[in-house]
Nanobody, 122 residues
Framework: QVRIVESGGGLVQFGGSRTVSCVASGGGGSIYAMDWYRQVPGKNRELVAELSGDGRTKDAAAVKGRFTVSRDSENSENAVHLSMDSLKPEDTAVYYC??????????????WGQGIQVCVSA
């Protein structure tokens, strides 16, 4: 069974950078596509970045030019990063990755990471 584990959260100063990562393990599959969401208490989960199966990326307007989603250079099949620059206090949230996993050319959708907190100090 595939497991998605997130890492890299923490406290960041205003204007700083942070990279959060998701690694898939088990099940014999690989990450086909991945979406990144964030959520703050009392609000709906917000889509912030997308990595499609053909390598295209898309960012939400609120993070455009500041956030970048990419595959790991050494583990491209099973690790994806969300690199966040010029962070603002309003970027404070729990960040979730949601992966589509490919196993023998069959897609299994909606594998969520556990969520990881990113706090940006003013």
């Amino acid at each position: 069974q595939v497991r998605i584990v997130e890492s890299g959260g923490g406290l960041v100063q205003f204007g700083g950078s942070r990279t959060v990562s998701c690694v898939a393990s088990g099940g014999g599959g690989s990450i086909y596509a991945m979406d990144w969401y964030r959520q703050v208490p009392g609000k709906n989960r917000e889509l912030v970045a997308e990595l499609s199966g053909d390598g295209r990326t898309k960012d939400a307007a609120a993070v455009k030019g500041r956030f970048t989603v990419s595959r790991d250079s050494e583990n491209s099949e099973n690790a994806v990063h969300l690199s966040m620059d010029s962070l603002k206090p309003e970027d404070t949230a729990v960040y979730y990755c949601n992966a589509d996993i490919e196993v023998n050319r069959v897609l299994y959708r909606d594998h969520w990471g556990q969520g990881i907190q990113v706090c940006v100090s003013a």
